[in-house]
């Protein structure tokens, strides 16, 4: 139970009352410690309070509990999720060292044992897998052979992984947030504002509060209030704050948002979220170079030549606008797939007048048609694989991912009542930023760093959407349709952030209702016609209008649902099977590439 009080309240302490309903009172009159009727009345009398009340000890430790279950699935889920990556991985990976020992052997003398290992390799890990475990080198060896074998297939593609994001990680934390503060069109505090120079104050107070080094400061000039901290560690954050915020928000509210991103910035939030970045980037990075040397794609053969200026010059990384472009080009959405080079080909091949250079090549030449085949076969490989990344990425470690980061968002709010010791002006910056916050423009990709994202404006909408459903239910059902529709169409125009969207778009953020209540369980009290009272008052008005609804409505409710149930359940077994159906595609189409690729190793070596 969640007490809500009129602005016009004096201040009193809230605290739950273990004795049950008789508090104090009841402790008083069994002789333990309480006040008796004859000592007058009591200056501090118990206040009715949340009945599930805890501290922010408690709520901090809980939620660093959720994060490390949500985490250990995604792991879990992005190590299978690397199988396919590795599977297309590793045959480049043996290529490039059987051309590298090729090359080695024309200039000196190369060690047999290396290159017939390594001939050796390229030649029992394909008859292994196309055998299968039942043959006879197989059945010989046993479990051995078999983990052998996977360990040969998989081990070099994932090391080769885990170094490019590694080095990826690093490169961008070498570049620091001047990419990301570009992109925000963030500048810094004005030195004759005295609210921006109140503001630098503040973020020192929070920060010397956390122990934590003081975060730089950045100002957006934009009327939407909301507050992010970006950065790759808490010595090289920043706190950006829209004008919006400073007009809106009284100076203990603007504390309350500074505690909880200080919080979030000491609690490892920044460097969580850039290595899960540049872990989709260095995705993106090895499917920029496929496409750039079997795609025979133009655009990939830039953007990757791009790429190795910035990454080879210090100069450049410190460049805020190269790292910027850089940044851009990496976060292509993983579904996407380049209209030039072999895909462009394919289309050209029905049409007229080709459109890329290579179509108009083979318009000219058809027996290119025939040069290139084991390309287009192998495109056809690159599309399944990237198809089936999105489909688990999308699916199962998005969702994980997205969990993780709401449990976060709770935690950076018990760690600001802890910091600030005021929960009531964080719970009321909630309901001012709810009311009117939203993601600015240019931080798609980093909203989940603002204290609250695109679930904000969708909240609000929903309250006054459940608001205007219960009059209209009253008049004219033609009038609730429309309604529904029209709902429905500003939700799908306003979606998630970018970040959020390529995981599948789960919301990064919890409803800021359900942040409320978790503050108003930690002691704070709610305002009188705020968030939490009008959801509970439409959800009253929804109880009373489904009571009041005629019969015959209720049983065509009941009816519909009984008939959409089993199409339901149809439309699921469809998609498990389209989704079995792509990984089994995908898996034929990967063990045809390893089988060339290793063909092509065993040459290189003979």
């Known amino acids: 139970m969640i007490r809500i009080v009129d602005d016009t309240d004096a201040r009193a302490p809230v605290s739950a009352d273990p004795a049950g309903a008789g508090g104090l009172a009841g402790a008083a009159a069994n002789g333990r410690g309480g006040r008796s009727a004859s000592q007058g009345p009591d200056p501090w009398p118990p206040v009715l309070g949340p009945a599930d009340r805890t501290s922010f000890f408690q709520e901090q430790k809980k939620r660093r509990r959720q994060t490390r279950r949500y985490v250990a699935l995604a792991a879990v889920a992005a190590a299978l999720l690397g199988i396919p990556f590795s599977m297309l991985l590793t045959p480049l990976v043996y290529l490039l060292l059987a051309a590298a020992l090729r090359v080695a052997g024309t200039m000196a003398a190369v060690p047999h044992e290396l290159a017939s290992g390594l001939r050796d390799i390229a030649g029992y890990v394909p008859g292994f897998f196309s055998t299968g475990a039942g043959s006879a080198a197989g059945a010989a060896g046993g479990p051995t052979a078999a983990a052998l074998a996977i360990v040969a297939l998989l081990a070099p593609g994932m090391i080769a992984s885990v170094w490019i994001w590694w080095r990826l990680l690093g490169l961008f934390e070498e570049a620091g947030t001047g990419a990301m503060l570009l992109r925000l069109g963030a500048r810094e505090p004005r030195a004759a ?21 003081p975060p730089a400061v950045r100002l957006i000039d934009d009327d939407r209030p909301n507050a992010a901290v970006v950065g790759a560690t808490t010595e090289h954050a920043t706190v950006i704050v829209t004008r919006g915020l400073l007009n809106r928000l009284d100076r203990a509210e603007t504390q309350a948002v500074i505690g909880h991103l200080v919080a979030s910035a000491g609690n490892g939030d920044l460097r969580i979220a850039l290595a899960i970045t540049t872990l989709f980037q260095s995705v993106e990075l090895v499917f920029t ?3 750039a040397a079997f795609n025979l794609s133009r655009s990939a053969m830039r953007e990757l030549a791009r790429f190795a200026r910035w990454a080879l010059s210090p100069a450049s990384r410190r460049d805020a606008h190269a790292s910027a472009d850089i940044a851009r080009m990496l976060d292509r959405p993983i579904a996407s797939v380049r209209d030039d080079g072999i895909a462009g080909l394919q289309q050209d091949a029905m049409s007229a007048r080709p459109r890329t250079r290579l179509g108009r090549a083979a318009k000219s030449f058809p027996p290119l048609l025939i040069v290139l085949t084991p390309l287009i076969l192998l495109h056809i490989v690159f599309l399944f694989v990237r198809f089936q990344m999105w489909l688990v990425r999308a699916l199962v470690i998005g969702p994980l991912l997205m969990l993780a980061f709401r449990s976060r968002r709770y935690l950076a709010d018990a760690a600001a009542v802890q910091l600030t010791r005021d929960p009531d002006a964080l719970a009321r910056a909630l309901e001012r930023l709810v009311e009117e916050g939203a993601v600015v423009p240019g931080g798609q990709w980093f909203s989940h760093l603002f204290i609250v994202g695109p679930e904000a404006a969708a909240e609000r909408r929903a309250t006054e959407h459940r608001a205007r459903m219960i009059e209209l239910r009253r008049r004219s059902f033609r009038e609730a349709y429309a309604e529904v529709r029209r709902h429905g169409d500003e939700a799908a125009t306003t979606g998630q952030g970018t970040w959020a969207q390529e995981l599948g778009g789960a919301a990064s953020h919890p409803k800021v209702g359900r942040r409320l209540k978790r503050i108003a369980r930690m002691g704070a009290r709610m305002r009188q016609g705020g968030l939490l009272s009008r959801q509970a008052a439409a959800r009253a008005g929804e109880d009373a209008a489904a009571a009041g609804a005629p019969v015959h409505h209720r049983v065509a409710g009941y009816g519909a649902a009984v008939l959409l149930l089993p199409l339901i359940a149809l439309a699921g077994y469809m998609l498990v ?12 189409f990967s063990l045809l590439y390893m089988n060339a690729a290793f063909a092509i190793v065993r040459l290189l070596l003979l």
């Open 577 to 588: 099977v389209v989704i079995a159906m792509v990984m089994g595609l995908a898996l034929f």
């Open 289 to 291: 170079t496929f496409e």
């Open 193 to 213: 504002d005295l609210e921006e120079r109140q503001l630098a104050n503040v973020i020192e107070e929070m920060a010397i509060a956390g122990g934590l080094p």
